[in-house]
């Protein structure tokens, strides 16, 4: 049966956020969300310093916290392995916010519409709206409305509604058309890869075979599905440096 | 022209929603959460895929723009591409913003008050436009063509823009090189010929100095940023090793295997202390110094090579002696057997001594302890990464690439935009000579440059300087300022303020702006508000309201982003040659049109578009149709559709089926095979090398030196055209004390020079500007991280001091008398500039002490930095 992971390469990430920003664009969330996002971090004192980066999507666990506290069912894991949000199902009680241990929870507190850009922006533009059949944002991807999988729900975000959760889908869209989530096609360095780790046989698990790998927070017992390869777990003496204008 | 998939977009028939409540929803998303049912569209989407190009940076990834229903609605990278191989950065992703973005410029602007303040605009029509721009350009042309400037900032088909036009109107041009690399690249084509700087051979190289390249945030040599990390982290799996020379670490972030966090501005001092270590310890190719440089060459007491008459009449020539040790004589270089390395010899009644003993005398005094001094590095560290670089070059070692020998030595330097200080010349020339030292330029897994050995036409011309008397034009070509001459818009701008002083008679009066910011991306802006205020007509091309724009343009003729057709566009990566070309993913949107387009209607209004020498005939000189024995050749006397040109431009490169093939997402990219090991490595090029012998001594120098001399110039202008490179301080240090702190700026991965601070998306990673500080040195100050500061410049030559307000960042990768501020912000045209902050081009200097010897800008500067300020 297929059991979807995601390898993040920290021997190759150069932190040029292109997988947040292809992530946006693909799953046209609303300013300062980042379904997946990338610490930049400095640690020692110079001149012995270091600096590492750290993406960090959704870990789609096994043994998944917030879809235990969900009291509707909203936030529930497939058999594949990937751990998806039905916003129809949502009612923004926040329990996953707080049960996860990653962060990687975001609450739509606005309408969608009014949380793209509008202080840099007019969409209302007419020209723009010729141009783009009114779409908010311009780019905005109709797919992600659609009804996915075998539990036919509007798991790839749906329309972010105001009042309901959100994260990392894996981009399930593209992974349920035999593609690739957008942060992990955009990376230019193949410091991400994805695929089934089921059959032995898929490129992901031969690299899982041939490296080393860790999770992030082991030690809570959530089982990722996102395995880390190279540098090492975040500590106490990094500082997050260049933070985006993001909500964390 | 699209290749159209179709994908079952409705899975359920819940018709429960009307019409318009679905559109609603289809394009805002629902506005209530649970229960809302499931929101249908009617009709399933069309969705295709165009093949095209980025348009953001300078080396034009291939993307497929992904639509629905004709709406661009994402960009991917392009996989058959071997530029970016399907990826793309940041800025290519958020690219899509600017597309949509209603702050472009919609339609051609016509200025309604005065210059030198924000403008006041009028819609016009393209014809009005076009004719006030070619009435304007063309009054000044008739009298004298070269008093227009056609000035640009990036070009994105040099064939229609810098060439074809450019000549049929025969215009002065200016680039942005100056504010670039370019004394790093005037550097390389004095010392090996080529025109670029410095990169390794990553498929094979296993030592690199990263010398103040800026891995993981821009680009470097040729590419932008994405091509050469992808090389990169594959010489990593290889094991590849690499010293990072910067003083900042952000650079490298956690590629460094080690570090030299160098002061800013001393990189020749470095560069001459490897030089002097690696002869210390003999590691020497002495065979390719021997042939391949003018190592050999004979050198008399008057700095001058030793040269013989051979021939008669015209044919006469004056030949470089070398001493051949098979017939114990001096011989032209061409003839010798067996040229002597070392030594000095009696010639002709004279003493004269190899330019390499004089070399290797003259780095005699630069030794590691000296250069610590100097660099702030620790001699056990200069010398430990000049052994490493001479251990791992494997001086004599051969390996077989596609069934060609060639010399292997697995070390080289990666160095671009480091150039860009008060001594770049001279430091660039001798990072070139550490690869020399050891045979490493040229060869396998060593130092390249170009991807393949075309000479340079300045190599020649470098030979001989032929120092003028004033009057000069007004980029002084050929003036006993800069015998070797980048073009540099912040001298022009000084010329164009005092033309006197420089001997100076006739400024340019008119100026077309192509894709060039100089007011939000040059410095230094002083010089650039006085000066471009004294042009009697601008038009500015642009698909945004420049900040020049906003304060000097007479027109503006909006320009497309990606949504036009250009070109032809490399696709090559180094190792695979391939051509592409950016294909409109929609129509131009507004009333913008592509720049060719706007070259032809404005070459037409001027009256230069048919005939000979027009720009029809220039485009096809320029694509090289000229000859039509192909049959393919552009009209030149019709005005043809750009897909047209580029329809003919296909088809005379054997593509059958024409620009369709470009169009076509399953082709679009032109790969024309791998780059053979006989283009790329000198040693087995024919001639080797291109034929350019390599200048380790540089005699032409010291010549043109005296010329300045004997033609009355300053001694800030002669005195870096030596012909060995020496070290001196540079003028920033004279600076009193309490400007304590080098400024350096950089570039952030976000960001392109100053056209994406705009972008929102881009704008939300890198939101504005911020000056990195150690925390060490701002504890001395009494600043806290995120605390308001205020940095004051100061002019060591003039003693004029410029200040700016920000932000401190702390920062544990950065030297402590150094502090960093990213370049790309300071704009105020895009509502999103909005409290972005200022750009450090603001207080940075121009002109004498603040520039190369090359008239090449230096980012280097002295500051105070105090808490407080107007933020």
Not at chain 2, 146 to 155: A, F, T, Y
Request: proline share 7%.
């Amino acid at each position: 049966m297929t059991k979807y992971a995601m390898i993040v390469d920290l021997n190759r990430c150069q932190g040029c956020r292109a997988c947040m920003e292809a992530c946006k664009i693909e799953n046209n969330t609303s300013e300062a969300m980042f379904w997946m996002y990338v610490f930049r971090f400095e640690e020692g004192t110079y001149p012995d310093t270091r600096m590492s980066f750290l993406p960090r999507p959704c870990q789609h666990c096994d043994n998944a916290p917030c879809v235990k506290v969900c009291p509707t069912g909203s936030r529930f894991k497939r058999e594949d392995g990937i751990v998806l949000t039905d916003p129809d199902r949502c009612i923004g009680c926040r329990y996953c916010e707080l049960a996860c241990p990653y962060g990687v929870n975001y609450f739509n507190w606005q309408k969608p519409q009014e949380a793209q850009y509008a202080e840099a922006i007019d969409w209302s533009d007419p020209d723009i709206q010729d141009a783009t059949q009114g779409a908010v944002p311009p780019y905005k991807n109709p797919a992600l409305d659609e009804l996915w999988g075998t539990e036919q729900r509007r798991t790839a975000g749906g329309s972010h509604a105001k009042g309901v959760m959100e994260k990392c889908t894996f981009c399930v869209h593209r992974v349920e058309e035999g593609g690739q989530p957008a942060c992990v096609e955009t990376c230019p360095v193949t410091a991400l890869r994805f695929g089934d780790v089921d059959d032995p046989d898929t490129p992901i698990s031969r690299f899982i075979r041939e490296h080393e790998t860790w999770h992030l927070l082991e030690e809570a017992g959530t089982e990722p599905n996102v395995l880390y390869v190279g540098g090492k777990p975040p500590s106490h003496g990094y500082r997050e440096v260049e933070r985006p204008k993001a909500r964390v | 022209m699209a290749v159209v998939t179709r994908r079952t977009f409705v899975k359920t028939g819940a018709g429960a929603l009307g019409g318009a409540a679905a559109a609603q929803s289809f394009l805002f998303g629902a506005s209530s959460p649970a229960g809302a049912g499931t929101p249908i569209a009617l009709q399933a989407p069309v969705e295709d895929v165009v093949p095209t190009t980025c348009w953001i940076g300078k080396q034009d990834c291939g993307m497929l723009a992904h639509r629905v229903d004709g709406r661009v609605i994402k960009f991917e990278g392009h996989p058959a591409n071997p530029r970016n191989n399907g990826t793309l950065c940041p800025k290519g992703q958020a690219q899509i913003v600017s597309l949509y973005d209603p702050n472009r410029v919609k339609w051609p602007l016509v200025r309604t008050n005065a210059k030198g303040e924000p403008g006041e605009w009028r819609r016009a029509s393209w014809d009005e436009a076009l004719e006030m721009t070619a009435v304007a350009v063309n009054e000044v042309r008739e009298r004298d063509p070269s008093l227009v400037l056609w000035q640009k900032g990036r070009s994105k088909a040099k064939g229609f823009y810098d060439t074809a036009f450019v000549k049929a109107i025969g215009s002065s041009k200016l680039g942005h090189g100056a504010y670039c690399s370019d004394t790093g690249y005037r550097a390389l084509e004095y010392t090996i010929g080529t025109h670029a700087v410095l990169h390794p051979d990553f498929r094979y190289t296993n030592f690199m100095l990263s010398w103040g390249w800026n891995i993981t945030n821009a680009g470097g040599n040729k590419f932008c940023w994405l091509t050469w990390p992808q090389h990169m982290v594959k010489a990593r799996d290889r094991g590849m090793k690499i010293a990072h020379i910067d003083p900042r670490l952000r650079s490298a972030g956690p590629f460094a295997d080690e570090w030299l966090p160098i002061r800013p501005g001393t990189d020749l001092a470095l560069a001459l202390a490897m030089c002097h270590e690696l002869i210390a310890q003999d590691y020497l190719d002495r065979p390719y110094l021997t042939a391949y440089t003018n190592a050999a060459f004979l050198v008399k007491s008057d700095g001058m090579f030793a040269k013989r008459t051979v021939g008669e009449g015209d044919e006469a020539e004056d030949l470089p002696l070398v001493w051949d040790e098979a017939v114990s004589a001096a011989v032209p270089f061409a003839e010798a057997q067996s040229p002597a390395l070392e030594g000095s010899y009696d010639v002709d009644g004279e003493r004269v001594t190899t330019a390499f003993d004089l070399f290797r005398e003259h780095v005699a005094q630069y030794t590691p302890e000296w250069a610590a001094d100097v660099t702030g590095l620790p001699a056990v560290q200069i010398r430990d990464v000049a052994t490493e670089f001479g251990e791992n070059a494997q001086i004599g070692s051969t390996i077989v690439v596609d069934g060609v020998e060639v010399p292997y030595r697995p070390v080289g330097i990666m160095a671009y935009h480091m150039a860009q200080q008060e001594l770049g010349f001279q430091a660039l020339r001798t990072m070139t000579m550490v690869p020399m030292l050891v045979g490493a330029v040229g060869a396998a897994g060593g130092q390249l440059s170009d991807f393949t050995w075309k000479i340079h036409n300045n190599y020649p011309k470098f030979e001989k300087f032929e120092v003028a008397d004033p009057p000069y034009d007004f980029m002084l070509n050929n003036s006993k300022y800069f015998p070797i001459n980048t073009g540099f818009p912040g001298m022009v701008a000084k010329v164009m303020i005092d033309p006197e002083r420089y001997g100076v008679e006739d400024l340019p009066e008119v100026a077309i702006l192509h894709m060039v910011n100089p007011l939000g991306s040059f410095t230094s802006q002083p010089e650039f508000l006085e000066s471009y205020g004294k042009f009697k007509f601008v038009a500015v091309i642009s698909p945004w309201l420049s900040e020049t724009a906003d304060y000097f343009a007479d027109v503006v003729l909006p320009s497309a982003t990606i949504e036009k057709y250009e070109g032809p566009i490399s696709a090559t990566n180094q190792y695979i040659e391939a051509t592409t070309l950016r294909i409109p993913p929609m129509d131009p949107l507004f009333e913008s049109k592509g720049e060719i387009d706007i070259y032809m209607d404005l070459s037409e209004k001027m009256g230069v578009l048919f005939g000979e020498g027009g720009y029809l005939d220039q485009v096809n000189g320029a694509l090289g149709l000229e000859d039509d024995l192909s049959g393919f050749a552009i009209p030149t006397d019709r005005k043809p559709t750009v897909r047209e040109i580029f329809d003919t431009w296909a088809k005379a490169q054997g593509i059958e089926e024409g620009v369709a093939f470009f169009e076509d997402p399953q082709h679009s990219v032109f790969v024309k095979g791998a780059m053979s090991p006989t283009k790329m490595y000198g040693y087995v090029t024919d001639p080797p090398f291109g034929g350019a012998l390599h200048r380790l001594y540089g005699d032409s120098l010291l010549d043109a030196q005296r010329q300045m001399q004997a033609k009355g110039a300053d001694e800030i202008y002669w005195q870096d055209y030596t012909a060995l490179p020496t070290w001196r301080a540079p003028t920033m240090d004279q600076s009193p004390d309490e400007y304590e702190f080098y400024m350096i700026s950089y570039h952030m991965i976000e960001h392109k020079q100053s056209r994406t601070s705009f972008i929102p998306l881009l704008a939300e990673l890198a939101p504005g500007t911020r000056v990195d500080i150690n925390p060490a040195a701002a504890a001395r100050l009494g600043i806290e991280d995120g605390d308001t500061v205020t940095i004051e410049s100061h002019n060591a030559v003039t003693g004029e001091t410029r200040s700016m307000t920000t932000t401190a960042a702390f920062c544990e990768g950065i030297r402590p008398d150094t502090v960093g501020v990213p370049h790309h912000f300071g704009l105020w045209t895009h509502p999103q500039n909005e409290g972005q902050g200022p750009s450090p081009n603001e207080i940075f200097f121009t002109g004498e002490g603040y520039m190369a010897m090359t008239a090449d800008q230096s980012f280097h500067v002295k500051v105070r930095i105090s808490k407080g300020g107007d933020a």
